[in-house]
């Protein structure tokens, strides 16, 4: 159970696909996926973990306890932009 929760933690933490999770613990894609959904659900269903609603939030005497936000940058591959890459076509050659 354990390493479960290490996974569906792990999951959420790098945002990997399911075929790299269950390559790094032995399994096949589908079982990380199963277990990664069985996790979540146990968890949702316990209340422990769910986040208040937004009339909660909006009411004068809800006060929050703890906030915790993961704001981790991971770099995006993007093609560079320069004059070579672009083909550009004249007016008067298109029909």
């Known amino acids: 159970m354990e390493d479960q929760l290490l996974m569906t933690l792990e999951y ?3 945002y990997r696909t399911y075929f790299h999770i269950g ?3 032995g399994v096949n894609e589908s ?11 146990i968890l949702i269903s316990s ?3 769910s986040l208040p609603g937004k009339k ?3 009411s004068q005497d809800y006060q929050i306890k703890v906030v915790v936000v ?4 991971s770099p995006i591959e993007r093609p560079k932009k ?3 890459s ?6 008067k050659d298109i029909h």
């Open 31 to 41: 079982t990380a996926y199963r277990i990664i959904r069985k996790v979540e659900d």
């Open 12 to 14: 959420w933490r790098e």
């Open 47 to 49: 209340r422990e973990f």
């Open 70 to 73: 993961d704001v981790t940058e």
């Open 82 to 84: 320069n004059k070579n």
């Open 23 to 25: 390559q790094s613990w």
């Open 86 to 91: 672009s083909i550009v076509v004249k007016r």
């Open 56 to 58: 909660k939030l909006s």
